[in-house]
């Protein structure tokens, strides 16, 4: 099976600090990866270095084979079309109503003055009350964005990310913000979906347990460095340990 | 949700949209037909278009050209005192300012709705009057000089001031203020350990900002009587010498422009 994603070596930081100091991964077109590890560790800046939301310093990111480090502005950004994103605060545009924020997710396909205009297709428009209807948030498109729970928030987001049709989902602690009951929610709605669309994922998260309960890879990051690579069964004490550098009790 | 429920939805939505679009498309058009007629109103049909030749542009423009050096040595007292002059009204400015906006802030007027319109009456006040007004009114009451410039501009730098600090005050995160309540601060305490921390980078910013607006106001307060490089500026234009409007004019500029640098550098320093 050919990997989605292959990251080599990838290297991030400043001059004074580096973040990432070499790390090395490959993802499979079924896989639901987890990163885990303490504050700190560079998991926020791997996730970004995917997309290139952060510039990482050296290395290989191979999407679906194309190196996406050697890609100049214009062809990242068609790429970025295919790499889905889900974030820890949501991100949602807070004054726009709920349709118009899954909506946005089309932009990367929507010319600069049809985008102004608003007018998106209407196939858009149907995918988009489609993918509302999925995450259970067809009774709210007309809501503002701020109108909502945290929990809806973030099934506007996952929705928003989906429309684009995503080869990969980037999501970066999908759960912090939310209580324990709607973090599981969550989770189990990105992996139904990831599997019903087969989409595999890079998730960012700090919570072993639902690392464990979700994933079906975890990688633990300590200092820009990976420290295991693994499925959840062998992330035992002396693992964790090691990636969270103290006792674990 | 099947596929005739969901074809339908969609129609409804777009309908939807189109109906805000259209909305929107009209809004834009009353705007723009609105602008388009006053232009028509107060530039076109306004002005004798027959006096304006491109001779004419040319020759007021080149008056300004030659330049009369004679008035530089006239320039320094008064630059100086422009300087003076928005710099003391800004001190003063703020210092007035903070009881209204103390006033004018909804979250601690002291007396409920009556002093909060008070506070916010003094601050239309101040904004509502040009400077060149509050000239006349001080030259009028303190006689002609620096001192009637320096208040015109404190009073009149109030309105901008206090505004600012007030509404900087009511929208200041609550979580500081509730953690000093509770641990059982008074209200003096909230205030000087909860609200202040948060409302100086605006507090600060503000008053550099208005300096840099004083300085411009300081080069026109002449013109009544009020100091400052006005006066000069004033005399010349009574002599119609362009020439040394254009020393004048020059002189403002580069106080200016040595304003905005000095007002970066604090900026950067304080907040």
Redesign the interface.
């Known amino acids: 099976m050919q990997a989605v994603l292959e990251v080599k070596d990838l290297r991030a930081g400043y001059a004074e600090r580096e973040i990432l100091k070499g790390v090395s991964f490959t993802l499979g077109p079924d896989d639901f990866f987890a990163v885990i590890g303490p504050s700190g560790a560079g998991k926020s800046t791997l996730i970004r270095c995917v997309n290139r939301l952060v510039e990482p310093k050296s290395g290989q990111i191979l999407f679906n084979g194309v190196d996406l480090l050697k890609l100049s502005y214009p062809e990242m950004r068609l790429q970025r079309r295919n790499i889905g994103m889900i974030f820890q605060e949501f991100n949602l545009i807070e004054r726009l109503s709920v349709m118009d924020n899954v909506l946005s997710g089309r932009l990367g396909y929507t010319g600069t003055l049809r985008s102004i205009l608003r007018m998106y297709t209407k196939d858009d428009i149907a995918q988009a009350l489609r993918l509302l209807d999925r995450v259970g948030l067809s009774e709210h498109i007309d809501k503002r964005a701020d109108r909502l729970s945290g929990g809806q928030r973030q099934r506007v987001g996952i929705a928003r990310a989906l429309i684009q049709n995503p080869k990969l989902l980037l999501v970066d602690e999908p759960t912090s913000s939310l209580d324990p009951k709607i973090s599981r929610e969550v989770m189990t709605l990105i992996r139904e979906i990831a599997a019903e669309f087969h989409i595999p994922v890079l998730c960012n998260i700090h919570d072993v347990d639902l690392a464990c309960d979700f994933c079906t890879r975890v990688i633990g990051l300590q200092d820009g460095l990976k420290r295991f690579d693994g499925p959840p069964a062998e992330l035992d004490k002396a693992a964790l340990r090691d990636i969270y550098a103290m006792e674990v009790l | 949700?099947n596929a005739g429920i969901?074809?339908l939805?969609?129609d409804g939505?777009?309908a939807g949209?189109q109906r805000t679009?259209r909305l929107r498309f009209l809004t834009y058009a009353v705007i723009l037909i609105a602008v388009a007629w006053s232009i028509e109103v107060i530039v076109v049909r306004d002005t004798d278009w027959t006096r304006i030749t491109l001779k004419s542009l040319l020759e007021s423009a080149l008056r300004f050209t030659q330049l009369d050096t004679s008035v530089v040595p006239e320039l320094w007292k008064p630059a100086l005192e422009t300087v003076v002059m928005a710099t003391l009204a800004t001190v003063v400015g703020l210092v007035m300012s903070i009881p209204v906006a103390w006033l004018g802030a909804a979250n601690i007027t002291p007396f409920g709705k009556s002093s909060y319109a008070f506070g916010r009456f003094l601050m239309t006040m101040s904004r509502s009057v040009h400077e060149i007004v509050w000239g006349l009114i001080f030259v009028s009451a303190v006689g002609l000089g620096a001192l009637a410039g320096v208040l015109a501009m404190a009073v009149r730098s109030i309105g901008f001031i206090s505004k600012t600090i007030a509404e900087a005050i009511e929208d200041v995160d609550p979580k500081p203020l509730e953690a000093i309540r509770a641990a059982g601060g008074t209200k003096f305490q909230i205030l000087w350990f909860a609200i202040l921390p948060q409302i100086i980078p605006v507090f600060v910013g503000n008053m550099i900002f208005e300096w840099d607006i004083n300085i411009r106001r300081s080069t026109i307060m002449g013109l009544v009587g009020a100091g400052g490089l006005g006066l000069l500026l004033f005399r010349q234009m009574a002599m119609s010498n362009y020439g040394g409007i254009a020393v004048v004019i020059l002189a403002v500029l580069a106080l200016i422009i040595l304003g905005e640098v000095a007002s970066h550098y604090a900026r950067r320093a304080v907040i």
């Open positions: 949700m969901l074809a939805r969609v939505i777009e949209r679009r």
